[in-house]
């Protein structure tokens, strides 16, 4: 078993509960680990005996592109497809943080994270 992760990806996007903030937008990143059997890519060091990363932030690429109001929803979202998408993952965790929230003081992110197991 290994872990693959993809952290620090970096999207525009148009969360949250305000109009405003599905107007306006702001910055959001981004980190995912998923829980996979690598001992085939180990071996044979063969990118289709593993979970591919460009395939992964591909995904969340568009699931970040469609508005929702909370951040539970689109990690939610992006778990599950993931987990369609890439049956050979047994758990994943993923944490999405909003820069500069709108929560009237200066916070520098919120954070949601979940799992999928």
Not at 27 to 55: I, P
Not at 106 to 113: F, M, Q
């Amino acid at each position: 078993m290994g872990t693959i992760s993809v952290e620090g990806m970096e999207f525009f996007a148009y969360h949250g509960c305000f109009h405003e903030e599905q107007i306006i937008g702001t910055r959001f990143t981004v980190d995912l680990f998923m829980d996979t059997d690598t001992s085939e890519a180990e071996t044979t060091d063969n990118l289709a005996t593993t979970v591919n990363y460009q395939l992964v932030y591909g995904l969340v690429a568009e699931e970040m592109n469609v508005k929702s109001k909370l951040l539970e929803h689109v990690a939610r979202r992006i778990l599950d497809r993931l987990r369609r998408e890439f049956p050979q993952i047994t758990e994943a965790r993923i944490k999405i943080s909003k820069m500069n929230p709108p929560v009237g003081g200066k916070v520098e992110r919120v954070c949601v994270e979940l799992y999928s197991h």
